[in-house]
C-alpha cells in the first residue's frame, strides 16, 4: 500500500548527539513536512520540502536541519539534541501546494538521555 | 497569521451518546478547515475536510462538521458515538494561498466509556 513510513519508531540519544530521523513515502507526493509534537500539545511545522525547494519555520530553531535527496526520501537532523527536544516528530506528505490533504506517518518518538 | 482555538482539552462522553467538539479559528484571509485524528502512538489521519460549497461536510464514520463564516467555527458532531472513536482530535486551519501549511488547535481528547 502507498504510504508515509518513518524510522525508526522509537529512537532515544544522548544529550549533545547527533541524530537523524527518517521519512519515506510511495505517494509521489511533491510536498513533505516535518512536524514536532510534544506530549498533549499541537503538532507544531518546523519545515517543508515543496521539491527540492526548503521553506524554514521562522521559528525552527537551527540545531533543527533537514535534507530531501529524492521525491522519496526526507531527513530531520538534530545537530545536538537537548532535553526539550524530545518529542514525537511526524513526517507528512501532500501532492501538492493547496488545499490537498497532508498524509502522515506514523511518527518517531525521540527520547534524549 | 491563523490560529485555531479547541475550546476543550477532554471530552467524556458515554457509549452511544452524542458528542460535539468544538472549533474556532482566526484569520485575515480565507481559510481551508481540516479535522484530523490521533490514536494513540499514531500519526494524525483526516477525518474531514472544508474548502468550498456546502457548509456541512460529512466523514465516512459518521462524523460532520459545519463552517460557520459569520462566527468562525468549524464544530466536530457525531450523534451517536462507539468505543472505538475514543482518540485525540484536532482542528486545523490551512489559508488560501499558504501552500498547505496547517496550523493546529491544542487538541481535544475525546474519551468514550461503556
Known amino acids: 500500500d502507498a504510504m508515509v513510513i518513518q524510522n525508526p519508531r522509537y529512537q532515544v540519544t544522548q544529550f549533545g548527539k547527533p541524530v537523524t530521523l527518517s521519512c519515506s513515502q510511495t505517494l509521489n507526493h511533491n510536498v513533505m513536512y516535518w512536524y514536532q509534537q510534544k506530549s498533549s500539545q499541537a503538532p507544531k511545522l518546523l519545515f517543508h520540502y515543496y521539491d527540492k525547494d526548503f521553506n524554514n519555520e521562522a521559528d525552527t530553531p537551527d540545531n533543527f536541519q533537514s535534507r530531501r535527496p529524492n521525491t522519496s526520501f526526507c531527513f530531520l537532523d538534530i545537530r545536538s539534541p537537548g532535553l526539550g527536544d524530545a518529542a514525537m516528530y511526524l513526517c507528512?506528505?501532500?501532492?501538492?501546494?493547496?488545499?490537498?490533504?497532508?498524509?502522515f506517518g506514523p511518527g518517531t518518538r525521540l527520547t534524549v538521555t | 497569521a491563523q490560529s485555531v482555538t479547541q475550546l476543550d482539552s477532554q471530552v467524556p462522553v458515554f457509549e452511544e451518546a452524542p458528542v460535539e467538539l468544538r472549533c474556532n479559528y482566526s484569520?485575515?484571509?480565507?481559510?481551508?478547515l481540516f479535522w484530523y485524528v490521533q490514536y494513540p502512538n499514531q500519526g494524525l489521519q483526516l477525518l474531514l475536510k472544508y474548502l468550498s460549497g456546502s457548509t456541512l461536510v460529512e466523514s465516512i464514520n459518521g462524523f460532520e462538521a459545519e463552517f460557520n463564516k459569520s462566527q468562525t467555527s468549524f464544530h466536530l458532531r457525531k450523534p451517536s458515538v462507539h468505543i472505538s472513536d475514543t482518540a485525540e482530535y484536532f482542528c486545523?486551519?490551512?489559508?488560501?494561498?499558504?501552500?498547505?501549511?496547517?496550523?493546529f488547535g491544542e487538541g481535544t481528547q475525546l474519551t468514550v466509556n461503556p
Open positions: 486545523a486551519v490551512s489559508a488560501v494561498g499558504s501552500g498547505s501549511r496547517l496550523t
Open positions: 507528512a506528505t501532500s501532492r501538492d501546494r493547496g488545499a490537498y490533504e497532508q498524509y
Open positions: 484569520s485575515s484571509v480565507s481559510v481551508y
